[in-house]
């Protein structure tokens, strides 16, 4: 049983209930290897999602979690949700959860949003990603990722790249990280850089180079174009010149390590298309394990136990 009742942040989760939601998704994993990707650990459970920003693979992969756990989804974006006819969001929430629903996963622009259907409802929430603040579940998968190659979590050094200051990841992976022993470097341009990494409890430094021959992950995180409001950046090509990793800053990383990114990729960008593509990149594994961990966290959300999956 996990010691919190919805997940909206990494930052409330305990080494225990991160390693119970990994050692579950591996359970599932192996469901998803099966040629029949089902079991009925949530029949007859409702779950809601409830995407107020756009979102393909996110979506997707709660989607089918859901499916796989044979629980009945409802799915609602902004666009056809009645609030766009000025209905307020608190009394759509107290709407659909006077419907019985058991879950509510949400994504929204706005950070704060999944607390406040907290606030609403007695079903469960899970925060699909909330502004600026925190993508828990993508912070999950990235740690099952890692973990899957080094076999552990506790004494890593990772390197969080690029976009810092508009990236939710930072703000759920570098917390989840530290929690379960490793050791995080945020490393980006001087106007990419958080106001204050002891907060994350970690080391801030704008000199890539440096820092890739000493650490076992190599995160790259997206140029979120979108979300810079205004923010001076530097032209494409210096920051691919300073930030991207390509194959010659690559061939400075100690053996063994591997590169991670959340995507979508910027290919050309932040990481070239020969490093993206090389045996030691582990994104497509980022995305598989987003189904098991997703699987994992509604079910051990909903009540469920981890020896009792199938």
Not at 256 to 279: Q, S, T
């Amino acid at each position: 049983m996990l010691s919190v009742r919805n997940l909206i942040d990494t930052t409330s989760l305990t080494a225990d209930d991160i390693t119970q939601i990994l050692d579950t998704a591996q359970s599932f994993a192996e469901v998803n290897s099966r040629a029949i990707k089902k079991v009925p650990a949530l029949r007859g459970r409702t779950i809601v999602n409830l995407f107020l920003e756009p979102s393909t693979r996110t979506r997707s992969s709660f989607e089918l979690a859901e499916k796989r756990l044979s629980a009945d989804s409802l799915n609602m974006s902004g666009s056809t949700s009645s609030v766009v006819k000025g209905e307020s969001l608190a009394d759509t929430i107290q709407t659909i959860a006077a419907m019985n629903v058991d879950m509510f996963v949400c994504r929204a622009k706005f950070a704060g949003t999944p607390h406040l259907i907290t606030e609403n409802t007695d079903a469960r929430v899970i925060n699909a990603g909330d502004g600026k603040h925190q993508h828990p579940t993508q912070a999950l998968l990235d740690l099952y990722t890692i973990r899957e190659n080094f076999g552990h979590l506790d004494g890593l050094k990772v390197a969080i790249v690029g976009d810092l200051l508009h990236s939710r990841v930072v703000g759920s992976l570098a917390p989840a990280l530290r929690t379960m022993g490793a050791e995080v470097t945020l490393v980006g341009p001087p106007t990419f850089q958080v106001m204050d990494p002891a907060w994350f409890g970690c080391e801030q430094t704008a000199d890539f180079d440096s820092v890739i021959p000493d650490v076992d992950v190599i995160y790259m995180l997206r140029v979120q174009l979108e979300r810079m409001e205004g923010a001076a950046i530097p032209s494409r090509r210096e920051y691919n010149r300073l930030f991207g990793l390509d194959t010659v800053r690559a061939s400075h990383m100690k053996e063994g390590a591997i590169v991670c990114h959340p995507g979508p990729m910027n290919r050309g960008m932040e990481i070239m298309p020969e490093v993206a593509d090389a045996p030691y990149a582990k994104i497509l594994d980022q995305v598989s394990a987003g189904v098991a961990v997703r699987m994992a966290a509604m079910y051990l959300l909903l009540g469920g136990e981890d020896n009792d999956l199938a």
